[in-house]
């Protein structure tokens, strides 16, 4: 069973920035499309990023120009690069693995949305305020 940990989260003054981390400890992560998902209280929990086995990516539009994922194969984690953060970004951050093959380019036709049912293998979360 593949166990996600995120780490990174913490509290951080508008337009401050963080770096959210996913790794692994027991299984490679390499094959496996990795997500990132937050939940605002009170909000249904959304998908904001994907990496893709092969490297492609997916940010939403709510935070494209200012999150950022990307892929460290060598220490087997998935970071979320957060910068230039709103009060709106507070939120309870997750990241999830999908078996689905290439299920991240399909983001990017527009036409595919995040569902909790696409991915498979959950991690815990970790909390992220942006507050002054």
């Known amino acids: 069973q593949l166990q996600l940990v995120e780490s990174g989260g913490g509290l951080v003054e508008p337009g401050g920035s963080l770096r959210l981390s996913c790794t692994a400890s027991?299984?490679?992560?390499?094959?496996?499309?990795i997500g990132w998902f937050r939940q605002a209280p009170g909000k249904e929990r959304e998908g904001i990023s994907c990496?893709?086995?092969?490297?492609?990516?997916h940010v939403e539009d709510a935070v494209k120009g200012r999150f950022t994922i990307s892929r460290d194969k060598t220490k087997n984690t998935v970071f979320l690069q957060m910068n230039n953060l709103r009060p709106e970004d507070t939120a309870v951050y997750y990241c999830?693995?999908?078996?689905?093959?290439?299920?991240?380019?399909?983001?990017?036709?527009?036409?595919?949305?995040?569902?909790?049912?696409?991915?498979?293998?959950w991690g815990q979360g970790t909390q992220v305020t942006v507050s002054s």
């Open positions: 990496i893709g086995a092969f490297g492609t990516t």
């Open positions: 999830a693995a999908s078996e689905i093959e290439s299920l991240c380019s399909v983001y990017n036709t527009g036409q595919y949305y995040y569902t909790s049912e696409q991915y498979h293998h």
């Open positions: 027991r299984y490679t992560l390499h094959s496996y499309e």
